[in-house]
């Protein structure tokens, strides 16, 4: 028998690839943090010595999540300004209240309340787009959290950085910082196309390709910000970022609400991932990702939730079952984003996304062990026809009773480990009132 770390046996593993198999009483072995192999549970047990079995025998087993676009220090801002159109809420509330909070402090703390709260709701990998980096990065660390930090580029000062220069020299320097990291990578993260001017997008462009790491972009988020540009520059967005060479498969781009045939072809041609956060774009009022089509044109679409300041929250699940439900209604076709496929947007899609489908977002040997179980045995999700419609429209993140990452148990019987809950809403708790304070006179 061969020895392995750890034997996870469940009523039904969801590999993801192949698309849409769903394999029933299966086991996943896992050795130095990685998947070894899956087996039918009897012949696993012949196969594989394992130090650890855990059963699950009502369960789905699923690739761990991947959050594919957020700002998780914003988590402490989770309801500060709702129900205001985006420039409004940026404007006149958020990036007020950032300017008086914004620094290590408040970047570790949100970050720790995140990872909690992802965790709880099966997430195991997020892609990261806030100030000071180098505290993000460390804080994934230290927490044992997937993530690829994004290396902030905009251009007017902020507690990070105060010249375009420094945004520059920053992010190189972390990015070294981090070579040969494993569970923490990069990425070159303009804020968009109406706050960083084309002299950076091409130092990025030049950087991006030296290093090797995609470049993460809000693009074409609202109506307005492509008429006002076409109005001012004269092209829409995406036209301008194509043409600073900046159009190819290193670019997430996220939201992209605004898009024509021959943008979503553009696209596609050029290898482009798209990350649509519907629950966020909704509640903001910000438009439609055209996702059907997008898919239909072969274009890699991945999910994420935005930050808490503007979902409010960071659960996948939801975003899933919305992104399928409106896709539906904006394409006229209930076939549109079938459940499968939006499992896969939360998982190899988001993956592929951040340029890591070779290490995570499906159960296949040889990649990391990023796992979360889910309960189904709950009435809610009783009976159970169809497994993955099951895990998209019924089932909700309070059924993730397990995590792994890497191979770490990181959530046990819906408890995270090594984290101090009440801590953190003490913690939570004090940053409100301290974000809330009035303005002094």
């Excluded at 609202?222 to 076409?230: C, K, L, N, P, S």
Aim: net charge negative; aromatic share 6%.
């Amino acid at each position: 028998m061969q020895p392995v770390d750890l034997l996870i046996e469940a009523r039904w593993v969801v590999p993801v690839e192949p698309h849409g198999v769903v394999l029933e009483h299966h086991a996943v072995a896992v050795a130095g943090g990685r998947i070894v192999g899956l087996a039918p549970i009897a012949q696993a047990r012949a196969q594989w010595h394992a130090t650890e079995v855990v059963a699950l025998p009502a369960h789905a087993l699923i690739p761990g999540l991947v959050n594919a676009h957020t700002h998780n220090p914003m988590t402490l801002m989770r309801g500060l300004a709702d129900d205001l159109p985006l420039m409004r809420w940026l404007e006149d509330h958020i990036w007020p209240a950032e300017a008086r909070v914004l620094g290590p402090d408040y970047v570790r703390d949100g970050i720790e309340l995140a990872v909690a709260e992802m965790l709880r709701g099966g997430t195991t990998c997020c892609n990261e787009n806030y100030f000071f980096p180098d505290v993000a990065a460390a804080t994934y660390r230290r927490l044992g959290f997937r993530a690829l930090v994004g290396l902030p580029v905009i251009e007017f000062p902020s507690a990070w950085a105060r010249t375009r220069d420094e945004y520059f020299d920053k992010a190189l320097a972390l990015h070294d910082d981090l070579r040969g990291e494993t569970l923490v990578g990069t990425a070159f993260a303009p804020h968009a196309p109406y706050t960083v001017s084309n002299e950076s997008f091409a130092r990025i462009h030049l950087l991006a390709d030296q290093l090797d790491v995609p470049v993460h972009l809000h693009l074409h988020e609202t109506r307005f910000e492509v008429e006002d540009a076409f109005a001012r520059l004269g092209a829409r967005p995406l036209a301008r970022i194509a043409g600073l060479g900046l159009l190819n498969r290193s670019l997430i781009a996220v939201h992209m609400t605004e898009l024509n045939d021959a943008e979503i072809e553009h696209c596609a041609r050029a290898g482009v991932s798209v990350v649509h956060c519907p629950e966020s774009n909704l509640k903001l009022a910000s438009g439609f990702c055209p996702v059907a089509r997008l898919l239909a044109a072969g274009v890699n679409v991945g999910l994420g939730t935005d930050g808490c300041a503007s979902n409010n929250d960071l659960d996948l699940f939801g975003e899933m079952r919305t992104a399928a439900l409106l896709a539906k209604g904006v394409a006229g076709d209930a076939r549109a984003v079938d459940a499968p496929t939006a499992l896969r947007m939360a998982t190899l899609n988001g993956a592929r996304a951040l340029g890591w489908e070779e290490r995570i977002g499906s159960i296949e040997p040889g990649k990391w062990a990023d796992l979360a179980a889910v309960d189904l045995d709950p009435i809610e999700t009783q009976p159970v026809y169809h497994v993955v419609s099951q895990l998209v429209y019924a089932a909700n993140r309070r059924q993730v009773s397990d995590v792994w990452i890497a191979g770490e148990r990181r959530l046990v019987q819906g408890e995270v480990a090594g984290m101090d809950m009440a801590a953190l809403r003490a913690n939570a708790q004090r940053w409100a009132r301290l974000i809330a304070a009035p303005e002094p006179q």
